[in-house]
């Protein structure tokens, strides 16, 4: 039997937006997504690919469209489930008889949660609950709300990932293309890049205070390690001023990740494995060359005054 486990908003954000060639939606097996609220709310608005869990006679019925033991993720959610324990619904409203109403407490899982607890006997992988719900996911991400029910299957090929979320409203990581995509600048409220490529972007032109740009092409002989430093004070610089920044290159999948790897070796004083395995969880095709990885342990050894992490080992 399965596990039924958290899911932050952050994750759902990150598992909706990763790519191998193309979006990762577009994999029939990746992502399972379930809405046990009402239909009136479905219909209203939902998170995007998501299917609504019917009912008849008061029981939850398994989506029969999904292969649920292939399914890399299952995520279920309702209106605003905080807590996988019981929570407190109450048979009277009325403020006067507030003592009877403690006596008529009746304790029952949230809808996601119970929902959940049927289809753990159904996966392989675990369950996820959304923690917060959709009321919390919509609030904070309201560009992923649709009423579209139906994605055909190049619809999903076409569907324009978002940067990763590295810190939750705080740093992206992204690749040039999405740097320069209005929309998504707009939605995530961009106000400062770190570009790591030779190629130029529309924002911030001329602004060194919300602009770092270095030129460094993709190539196993580029050296990142002298501007670790300079990458660090501006990113921190900005987090005390509340701005959201997006660090990106060419493909962001190299020198954009060596750098928030770098960054949060930094930030957090952690060593290199440590910060690695965050961004790989937050973006899973990550691929820094070996020149950049052979960089980052000497920045932990700066850092740190040794070596920690044995990168002769695989850590990607």
């Known amino acids: 039997m399965a596990e039924l486990l958290f899911c932050e908003p952050t994750e759902l954000y990150n598992i909706l ?16 997504l379930l809405d046990v609220r009402s239909k009136r709310q479905y219909d209203e608005s939902h998170v995007i690919t998501a299917l609504r869990v019917k009912k008849t006679d008061h029981q939850y019925l398994i989506p029969e469209s999904v292969d649920l033991e292939c399914v890399r993720y299952c995520i279920v959610y309702d209106s605003n489930t905080s807590s996988l324990e019981l929570s407190i619904q109450r048979g009277q409203d009325d403020d006067e008889e507030k003592e009877d109403k403690e006596e008529d407490t009746e304790l029952l899982p949230g809808p996601a949660v119970e929902f959940g607890q049927i289809l753990i006997h159904f996966t392989r992988q675990p369950v996820y609950i959304l923690r917060g719900g959709y009321e919390c996911f919509s609030g904070m991400y309201h560009f992923f709300r649709t009423q579209k029910i139906i994605w055909m299957p190049q619809e999903l090929d076409a569907f324009q990932p978002y940067p990763i ?17 209005a929309k998504m600048h707009k939605d995530l409220k961009i106000k400062a890049h770190v570009n790591i490529s030779m190629e130029t972007t529309p924002y911030f032109v001329g602004n060194v205070d919300k602009l770092l740009h270095i ?13 670790f430093r300079h990458i660090c004070h501006f990113m921190e610089l900005h987090l005390r001023l509340h701005s959201v920044i997006l660090v990106f290159s060419t493909q962001g999948i190299s020198r954009s990740v060596a750098a928030v790897v770098a960054f949060l070796m930094h930030y957090n004083e952690e060593t290199l494995k440590r910060s690695w395995a965050h961004v790989k969880k937050c973006k899973t095709n990550m691929r820094p060359n070996r020149a950049l990885v052979t960089q980052l342990l000497e920045w932990e050894r700066a850092l740190h005054g040794e070596y920690l992490t044995d990168i002769s080992e695989p850590i990607y």
């Open 215 to 227: 030129k460094l092409e993709d190539t196993p002989d580029a050296v990142l390690f002298t501007y």
């Open 17 to 32: 937006n990763q790519v191998s060639k193309l979006s990762r939606l577009a994999e029939p097996n990746y992502l399972c």
């Open 165 to 181: 979320e590295i810190l939750p409203g705080r740093i992206f990581l992204g690749k040039i293309s999405q740097a320069c995509n």
